[in-house]
């Protein structure tokens, strides 16, 4: 069975980067559309940005628009989230996750565990 596996979190000022990697394993993202989600504290999960399994199409939440971007190399079965200019309010755990199509089409099958991001201000 798939198994996602996110690294990269940590504590960060605001204002800084962090750089997310999600590795797949047992199992293929190729293809597939790949997504981040996040939740912080008593709050719901939220999304956060997609990419298309070929990687030609992304989408963004509207608070990561123009700070975060999403990647992939398909060659290394990998999902990347640059994640810059961050505040306070991007603190959560982070998921990766494999859709069930191509497309974001917001059926999401398999999750990582999750990385902690702690933004201080």
């Known amino acids: 069975q798939l198994q996602l596996v996110e690294s990269g979190g940590g504590l960060v000022q605001a204002g800084g980067s962090l750089r997310l990697s999600c590795a797949a394993s047992?199992?293929?993202?190729?293809?597939?559309?790949m997504g981040w989600f996040r939740q912080a504290p008593g709050k719901e999960r939220k999304f956060v940005a997609a990419?298309?399994?070929?990687?030609?199409?992304?989408s963004y939440g509207d608070s990561v628009k123009g700070r975060f971007a999403i990647s992939r190399d398909n060659a290394k079965n990998t999902v990347a989230l640059q994640m810059n200019s961050l505040k306070p309010e991007d603190t959560a755990v982070y998921y990766c996750?494999?859709?069930?199509?191509?497309?974001?089409?917001?059926?999401?099958?398999?999750w990582g565990r999750g990385t902690q991001v702690t933004v201080s201000s």
């Open positions: 047992r199992g293929t993202v190729i293809s597939y559309a």
């Open positions: 990419i298309s399994g070929s990687g030609g199409s992304t």
């Open positions: 996750a494999r859709n069930v199509y191509s497309w974001n089409s917001g059926n999401y099958n398999y």
